[in-house]
């Protein structure tokens, strides 16, 4: 069937045959473009649904602090808690709006109403709760919210995007700075109602030093994460780095607030609105800097949507143009190859008719032009032979009978010879029979050396596809495992930094615990100094009251002679004045004394009210006296029972913070061993792809070579040889 089509259907076979590999790597590109379009779609959507929970994320914390302050005491704050209801309300509803878009493909739905339904229950009841139930509704409720936006995060692949830019931004907006966030929140609450009350317990100052501990160390971690995202893309460097700072600094005031106003005090004086606005700023910084955070990214996710799609259409257009160009040029070499070969039918029919004129067109400089040519020469050379009539329908009838022979190696039929005449076409069958022989060897060579390369590049090309298919199995299974041995040692490294973190925590504590034992065994010192000079100051008084009692003695006998004054002035005077004229001066001495005896007597009862007063105070200081030495003895029995159960914390401590020092010892060694093996399987990986990308090639390589043989067989087949040459070939 094939021997009887035409030359240009077996050219377009042959065409269509060869895009069969073109097309299949064309659609290969294609779904993998279409893929990778469509994963950057889910994580643009999976950036709506978390952009929406941002503002749920900054308002909620700030309910809880003023929550906090208005529940100890600080009722100016109640404006505060009800413009921070009003906005959660808002960002719950916008929530709500994302979770009924896209809730049911990611599978959010279940776990977003929980959190609904419990955000509407603390909100009907955070007046009537205790500060500390309402602190630990409102972090459980942000906990969860946090999980949720965790859980978007893996659904919609933005916690393992390829691109390292990308995922570092993505793991800052999905992890650290929402924690960094709920960590300044969880400080502006405790702080706002240490601040309401102007007093901290030992529990509070133990999470004030925590939380403080953990913003530097999940702001430092976020720094992190922008610096390594600012290696692979300077345009964000210049576009981020400004505000990372900003929002570092605004959380380190906050952190040196609470250190200062708080911790390091000795008495608590911030007020809570100055407080919770230096909270608030640190939050605000940090939301900003992850509103900026998030136009980058999702501007990143545009552009490479853009450019994924710009390359599907790119290569699909390349493609086509590659095709159309093999299908033109097929169609010039058919077209060549048939113009001429029709050409010599027509002179050869014209010939066949009588028309010794005609001549062949010559319509290229290849084989068939040259056989057209040289064909032309050799009628032009019969044509001058041909002398009478006779002659020429002699010469005509051995052209006819020559025709009739080789009519057949037009159609490919090599078996054919012509007869070798005495006539004048003789000659020219006998070159014709020496053309005829040398075109069959070089068409036997030909087949034969084709068939060898076929089956050579078809094994070649079997094996090569084989072990590019092998290399790019080892190669997605060494990335697979590089991607695990990743996330391995990123979790290590979290749990190193954790254990270092404890071990801080640790040691701190024990710091903590020795100093408090140390400030115990002073204030037992100190109680037991302060019982003695209270008794010594009790026995003083009582010797005071004495000594006033003994006054009052004195002054009443004072008393007395003032009146007996009194009496003798009043004799005095009546005696001067039986004695008349004589008696005038004595009458004024009489006078004198009686006005002593009077301002004795008005001083006699002034100091007997004062010593009355001194001697009421002294009772009562001294029944004081007495109250505050048996509160001083029993604060001295309970200081020593402190200092003994701190004595048992320091041990606790101690070992507490050797085990955790041991821990982190050893994360730390595992941490550098998994990134030492992580980078080791990574070079193996990149070496992996390196070979699966040269066996590709080589296999695209071999398979053209294989189409170009199937053309060349498929262009000599036609051509049939006689059965010893065949037998001989094969």
Do not use: C
């Not at 009052?552 to 007395?560: A, C, K, R």
């Not at 005095?572 to 006078?591: H, L, P, R, T, Y």
């Not at 913070?657 to 010892?665: C, K, P, Q, W, Y």
């Not at 061993?673 to 090639?697: D, L, N, P, W, Y």
């Amino acid at each position: 069937m094939f021997r009887n089509l035409k030359l240009w259907q077996k050219l377009a076979i042959a065409g269509a045959l060869a895009a069969i590999p073109m097309f299949t790597l064309m659609f290969l590109f294609l779904r993998s473009r279409d893929e990778q379009i469509a994963r950057t779609r889910d994580e643009l959507a999976g950036m709506d649904y978390v952009l929406s929970v941002r503002n749920l994320l900054e308002h909620l914390p700030r309910h809880r602090s003023a929550a906090s302050a208005v529940l100890n005491g600080d009722h100016s704050m109640r404006g505060e808690l009800l413009e921070a209801q009003s906005q959660v309300e808002n960002a719950v509803a916008a929530v709500d709006l994302a979770d009924k878009k896209s809730g049911k493909e990611l599978g959010t739905t279940a776990t977003w109403d929980s959190i609904r339904l419990r955000w509407a229950d603390l909100k009907s009841r955070v007046l009537n709760l205790s500060p500390e139930e309402s602190y630990g509704r409102h972090t459980r409720l942000i906990a969860d919210i946090l999980a949720q936006v965790r859980l978007v995060g893996d659904r919609t692949g933005l916690t393992t995007d390829p691109e390292l830019a990308t995922f570092y931004l993505a793991e800052n907006l999905l992890t650290q700075m929402p924690e960094s966030s709920e960590y300044l929140g969880q400080l502006a609450s405790i702080g706002s109602g240490i601040a309401a009350r102007q007093k901290m317990s030992a529990a509070e100052e133990a999470q004030v030093r925590f939380l403080n501990r953990q913003i530097g160390t999940s702001v430092e971690l976020f720094e992190r994460n922008f610096q390594s995202a600012f290696s692979y893309d300077n345009e964000l460097r210049k576009k981020l780095e400004g505000m990372v700072t900003t929002a570092s600094g605004s959380a380190a005031y906050l952190r040196n607030v609470a250190q200062q106003e708080l911790l390091d005090a000795n008495s608590i004086t911030v007020q809570p609105r100055n407080y919770i606005e230096a909270g608030n700023s640190a939050v605000d910084k940090v939301w900003k800097l992850y509103d900026l955070a998030a136009v980058n990214i999702r501007d990143l996710f545009a552009q490479r949507l853009d450019r994924l799609t710009s390359q599907k259409w790119t290569q699909l257009a390349v493609a086509l143009s590659l095709l159309g160009l093999s299908a033109l040029f097929i169609f010039q070499i058919q077209r060549g190859i048939t113009l001429q070969v029709r050409s010599m039918s027509r002179t050869f029919q014209e010939i066949n008719k009588g028309d010794l004129e005609a001549r062949a067109e010559v319509h290229g400089g290849d084989e068939l032009g040259i056989m057209a040519q040289r064909t032309n020469e050799m009628l032009s050379n019969t044509t001058s032979l041909i002398q009478s009539r006779e002659e020429r329908d002699r010469i005509q009838q051995s052209i006819q009978k020559l025709l009739d022979e080789v009519s057949g190696v037009a159609a490919g039929d090599l078996t054919k010879e012509a007869e070798v005449s005495a006539e004048v076409t003789g000659a020219i069958a006998d070159a014709f029979n020496y053309m005829l022989a040398e075109l069959r060897a070089i068409i036997g060579n030909v087949q034969k050396t084709a068939a060898e390369v076929n089956r050579s590049a078809l094994s070649v090309q079997s094996e090569t596809e084989t072990l590019a298919e092998g290399s790019q199995q080892q190669s997605a299974k060494i990335l697979a495992a590089t991607g695990s041995i990743e996330s391995m040692a990123h979790s290590i490294r979290s749990v190193a930094e954790t254990a270092r973190a404890a071990s801080s925590v640790a040691g701190e504590a024990l710091s903590g615990a020795l100093a408090g034992g140390d400030s115990v065994r002073k204030t037992i010192e100190g109680m037991t100094a302060i019982r003695q000079q209270v008794q010594e100051t009790a026995k003083r008084m009582k010797r005071l009251g004495e000594s006033s009692q003994e006054i009052g003695e004195i002054v009443q006998l004072i008393s007395d002679i003032a009146d007996r004054t009194s009496i003798l002035a009043l004799n005095a005077s009546i005696q001067a004045a039986m004695a008349g004229e004589a008696g005038k001066g004595f009458a004024v001495v009489a006078e004198e004394v009686e006005r002593l005896s009077e301002r004795s007597t008005e001083a006699t009862k002034r100091i007997t009210t004062l010593i009355k007063s001194v001697q009421t105070d002294t009772n009562e200081a001294i029944s004081a006296m007495e109250a505050t030495t048996r509160e001083v003895v029993g604060g001295s029995q309970v200081a020593g029972e402190a200092g003994e159960r701190l004595q048992h914390i320091e041990s606790v401590s101690r070992r507490i913070a050797e085990l955790v020092g041991s821990i982190a010892h050893i994360a730390q060694d595992q941490a550098q061993g998994s990134e030492t093996v992580a980078k080791a399987v990574a070079g193996v990986s990149h070496a992996t792809q390196t070979t699966a990308e040269g066996a590709r090639q080589a296999a695209a390589e071999i398979r053209s070579l294989a189409a170009l043989v199937t053309q060349l067989n498929q262009s000599v087949s036609r051509f049939r040889l006689p059965a010893a040459q065949v037998s001989l070939k094969s």
